[in-house]
């Protein structure tokens, strides 16, 4: 099955640096690429997803690339904040065409940001 | 982005008793909800599938006859612990699938139920 490894588990930046997160994944079938956003306390909640017929998303301060040859992809998050602190987690999944495949996404371990003010 | 509720956010219960969760999709239909379990500073894991109509698929290792899910309606699914006990407090969180419109495929997940069993 899927295995989706995240780097690194903690990250601290002071406010307005950039931040990067990485993960990588094994199933080169997958095609759909979520990041959630989790703060203390709530579910997580999707800030942003690419599918594999792209490169590069983004909204804001927020991008994420995706390289399918080397099965990997990455979150950018610039000119941080503090409340962008919270723990992020990137996932994996195989979706068909009508996005009703009845898959499941394959979550990476986290990675907790803070951004010093 | 779509939006998904869940109840309680919060409950504490005694040791023997049965805890249902609730969990439901507000502004979209989702033939699909899974139901995960989070334990503190780590990921999500995924206890079971919820499928519309049919009966839930579980995780290995996940007690289907402890962990009762039933997905009636294509906007809500429930989870009912069963005979709860002490190991079974954590923070359980439904996810619901968008399968409709532009964003399909796209998972979105509820606020989380804290579990506390006495």
């Known amino acids: 099955g899927e295995n989706v490894e995240q780097h690194p588990s903690t990250l601290s930046v002071q406010e307005g640096d950039s931040a990067v997160i990485k993960c990588t994944y094994s199933?080169?079938?997958?095609?759909?690429f979520p990041w959630y956003k989790q703060e203390l306390g709530k579910g997580p909640q999707l800030i942003i997803d690419?599918?594999?017929?792209?490169g590069e998303k983004k909204d804001q301060r927020i991008a994420v690339t995706l390289n399918k040859t080397a099965k990997h992809f990455s979150l950018h998050i610039t000119e941080t904040q503090p409340e962008d602190s919270a723990v992020y987690f990137c996932?994996?999944?195989?979706?068909?065409?009508?996005?009703?495949?009845?898959?499941?996404?394959?979550f990476g371990q986290g990675t907790i940001l803070t951004v010093h003010p | 982005g779509a939006v998904v509720s869940q109840h309680p956010s919060r409950v504490i219960c005694k040791s023997g008793t049965s805890v249902k969760i609730e969990c439901r999709s507000l502004?979209?239909?989702?033939?699909?909800m899974f139901w995960y379990r989070q334990f503190p500073k780590k990921s999500l894991m995924l206890m079971a599938t919820?499928?519309?109509?049919?009966?839930?698929?579980?995780e290995q290792g996940v007690e289907k006859d402890k962990f009762l899910i039933n997905h009636a309606s294509l906007t809500l699914s429930t989870l009912t612990v069963t005979s709860a006990h002490p190991e079974d407090s954590s923070f359980y969180i439904c996810?619901?699938?968008?399968?409709?419109?532009?964003?399909?495929?796209?998972?979105?997940f509820g606020p989380g139920t804290r579990l506390l069993v006495l």
């Open positions: 996810s619901a699938r968008d399968t409709s419109g532009i964003y399909r495929g796209t998972q979105y």
């Open positions: 199933d080169s079938a997958s095609n759909y």
């Open positions: 690419i599918r594999s017929n792209v």
């Open positions: 996932a994996a999944w195989v979706s068909d065409a009508g996005g009703t495949s009845y898959g499941k996404l394959t």
């Open positions: 502004d979209f239909q989702a033939t699909t």
């Open positions: 919820s499928n519309e109509g049919s009966k839930a698929t579980y």
